[in-house]
């Protein structure tokens, strides 16, 4: 069965610092990592990842995957009490474009 | 970038009742998704909705509780029958968008979802 493992699963930052978050996966078939911020109901995308040590970076935030150890991690520089929020990793395992998600990490960003 | 929405936005609904929940894209996407969300839970796929055919059903999900209709490229509906206070949840729609629309190869992008409270 398809695993997809976020830590930890929640975190509390003040404003300005540098935060990290990992994603591990199990899966039988990898096509892409994707994150995704859920603030109220609808994720919305952050990053799609498919080479392992490519970075991908928009703004404070960047991520990276690593296919040799199954995970990625996903870096926010000088939070902001905006970026409070739960981070959702998801694997797309390839088969008819299916995500699996993990349990998310739930970031608050304090003044 | 395309719009996504879904109707409706949140509801309240007595056990044993049904909910239809709409989902609408404005461009034409093949791939169309329907995920649940139980409060404090991560999202699961409940089935992929497949235009002209029935939908495809992930395990622990049955038509008979949630069936899925998908007339057109942009349009689906959720049903959720005979519910119970274990049905609240959040239900959100995806969909895969072409590039014309900004879409991203298979990055599912998803409407702002319907929160259903049974009691």
């Given amino acids: 069965e398809d695993k997809v493992v976020q830590s930890p699963l929640s975190l509390v930052v003040h404003e300005g610092d540098t935060v990290t978050l990992n994603c591990s996966y199990e899966v039988a078939n990898f096509r892409s990592l994707l994150w995704y911020k859920q603030e109220k109901k609808a994720p919305t995308f952050l990053f799609m990842l498919t080479s392992s040590g490519i970075e991908k970076k928009s703004g404070r935030l960047s991520s990276i995957l690593d296919k040799k150890e199954l995970s990625s991690i996903l870096n926010i520089t000088a939070t902001q009490t905006g970026d409070s929020a739960i981070y959702l990793c998801a694997v797309n395992t390839g088969t008819a474009s299916k995500l699996t998600f993990g349990t998310g990490t739930r970031l608050q960003v304090t003044l | ?119």
Avoid: H
């Avoid at chain 2, 899925?68 to 942009?74: E, F, V």
């Fill in chain 2, 1 to 119: 970038s395309a719009v996504i929405s879904q109707k409706p936005s949140r509801d309240i609904c007595q056990r044993g009742t049904s909910l239809t929940i709409q989902c609408q894209v404005d461009s034409q996407v093949t791939m169309m998704f329907w995920y649940r969300q139980q409060p404090g839970q991560s999202l699961t796929l409940i089935a992929t909705a497949n235009q002209g055919s029935e939908a495809t059903y992930e395990s622990g999900f049955v038509i008979d509780k949630f069936p899925i209709s998908r007339p057109n490229l942009t349009f689906s509906t959720l049903t959720v029958s005979n519910m119970s206070p274990e049905d609240s949840s959040i239900y959100l729609c995806s969909v895969v968008l072409p590039p014309s629309s900004g879409g991203r190869g298979e990055t599912q992008y998803f409407g702002p979802g319907t929160r259903l409270l049974v009691l």
